[in-house]
């Protein structure tokens, strides 16, 4: 048996992020870069009016002694998306609106709310007068052309995570297509003749297959394209064919069949069909029985090796659910480009005593809150099948292999679950004040 | 002009969650539960064996004087998903594999690692023989039946959020369907004649779309079901035409028209179609032209009121970036039945000066780092057209309204945006041990 660091580092090690693919922009969200993207335009592409305002000379503005009110003929009126046909000069001014290029002549924007217009006879646009006490300085209100973006400047880096503002930045200069590392693909595949299909009624013996939607869904939290392959049955045949459709996957997660049991038959099966185990077992509690092994399938039509990364999970749905998140899920993440694979870990105080035994390190469900330092409540776990356990915490609380009494106010690492958006953020000095 | 607070009063009380649908159990993920489910079976569905082991009566292991080693004959084998059809008597066993029920006669199961099986003459399934030391209790390694759930017990609660283990509770009570809160659809319309598709060059004077990439990508994260509705020229039908058609969507966001600009149309042409103005302009940088506003549309087919409601944010892409996710993003969790809405804000150390002026609170594109304290860099940034300094912030710096000279190593409070899973996870204590 081999201990938790040695098993993840041996996934981790056997995961290495998917070649790039091209897509559309609009499949691009969440996805990580993979090429370097430069800007083929300036941004702004000319200098523009950060206001609506009045396009004017600075030094109409100069300060006199007397300082009369400014007036100036409108001589134009330009929105966003026009050009200025005309020049301002020292008796004139064009009026611009918010994102509009700046009028030849022009080196200052000067803000509507800071003038008066009025209708002149024979002035088609009318006069602007301007109070005395306002200032002007030259590039008063511009953005001049290419203060955001250069053309040819690389603005995104291989690598870079995709959020919105990253496609807002695509978009900009020009990227319909793009390359990024496409999510992984996972198989599914509990396994066991006890299991019935969630729409039927167990009969004496059986239980409803709740790992196979479950397993299905964490797969797709973890950023995932999901491909269910039902149920395997305790049969060899049947078994080893769905095993072969799910090596086409990037990553195959069986659960059930791997402890030592007569109908354990997972790791024979796996091995006949050329997957390598790297390892069986590890010193987890709960998820002891986890299987991990290797498929090399030779080359793909790209040239690039590629291999298919096989876990057999405990068929316990707490076990898997923990063996999920403490391996697949970084696996899925490593896959998928990321250099930050693992979930987070806080500190917090446990609520209450709790006896650690054994060679084995327990990560037990809980919930921890938003306090400074975090409370940790251990919940109520009646064995791995309980997944009513799981269905309350938004933790597991790690404790390390060791003969340990804990007491209420001892601290406690604790792995936090990607926990639904109204779970409790756990963070120390944190204050909601909106 | 109101403030930033009562703005997002006003936009929440005008937010209800949707009426509840059913989906099936598959679509369930990240949705909010709008029933209570009870359990429909006893789990386990009887005693059940934790281990693989042999099923024995502990009073065969009762302790002597001398401490023979107990051997017991093996009358039968049962996996998970079989049921056991002999009884346990004080000189016989039955194997049982994890999940297997417990034999009539049993109320112990000794694991397979505490024995030794051998073949016997006339014994088809040999026997089995105990070391001397085990202590074997009433109980041990029995999951009694309905140990986790009980049959008519409510086992999710109304307004629960919906991750994996819930999906696997769901099944395991036999829901293929189950109602929930339904996502809401928001329509997204950028609006400007200076707009080209991402896929053209920019002439004099016109810059690409996107605002219409982000603020989609934005409604994606944020959990909604996106309609894009193209982009908006400033010309009434045509906008009046996109108006009516968004207006079929829970919300209906519009980018860019709603400042003071001439042909800043998207607030006539939304009141011409039984929108009313509910404010416009919010005491904030970037974003002070925001306008918002309710449609209502009279009773839907299940005769509940429906209404849409409208933002119509600046043109300018960090405006309405940060309009989008101080207003835009807690409607949609409130629209899909969340209870926490507002992004999480965390207090920082800032990193450099800065110098805060005017009425408006400012929210400044910033980096938070994982430090205790945590340390706020700000990005330097170039007027709200500029994207760049979106792509590098995963918060929010936020200055209060005022004339304010800040230091380095002050106080400020951020708004987390929903970074890339790459991104820091800003949290005081703690290390990241794995």
Redesign the interface.
Known sequence: MISV?EA?QHVLDAAQPRPPARVS??ET??R?LAEDVAS??D????D?S?V?GYAVRADAFVRRGERPPVELAVIE?V?????PTSEVGSGTTI?V?????IPRGADAVVM?EDSQWREEPGVPLGTVQFAQDIEVTAGQNI?PRG???RRGQV??DSG?????????????????DVAVVPPPEVAILPT????VD?????G???????????????G??A?AVVRDLGVGR?EQEQLASLVREGLAADVLVIAGGV??????LVPQVLTEAGVQQVFHKVRLKPGKPLWFGLHQAGENDRGQAASTLVFGLP???VSS?VCFHLFVAPVI?RLAG???V?A????GTLCEAYQQRGDRVTYHPAWIDDG??PQVQLIAW???????A??D?NTLAIFPADNRSYSQGDQV?C?L???????V??????????
Chains 1, 2 share one sequence.
Do not use: Y
């Open positions: 660091e993840l922009l609009r969200l969440g990580m083929d335009v941004s702004p592409p000319h523009k950060l609506d009126q929105t966003a998306g026009e050009v009026r609106m918010t994102g509009a290029p509507t953005m203060t955001s973006l603005v995104l870079s995570p995709i959020g919105p503002a990253q496609i807002g930045l695509l978009a900009e200069v020009g990227r319909t066991g003749d006890e299991l969630v729409g039927f009624v167990p004496p013996g059986k239980i409803r297959n709740s790992n196979g939607p479950m397993l299905i869904s964490c797709q939290q950023g305790d402890s030592a049991g007569v109908r354990d068929g316990n749905p659910f993440a990321h250099t930050r693992t987070p870990r806080v500190s400074d330092p009646r064995g791995s099948a309980d997944l009513r799981l269905v915490a690492q792995l679950l990607p926990t639904a958006r109204d779970s953020w756990p963070r120390a000095a944190v204050r909601r004040t909106l």
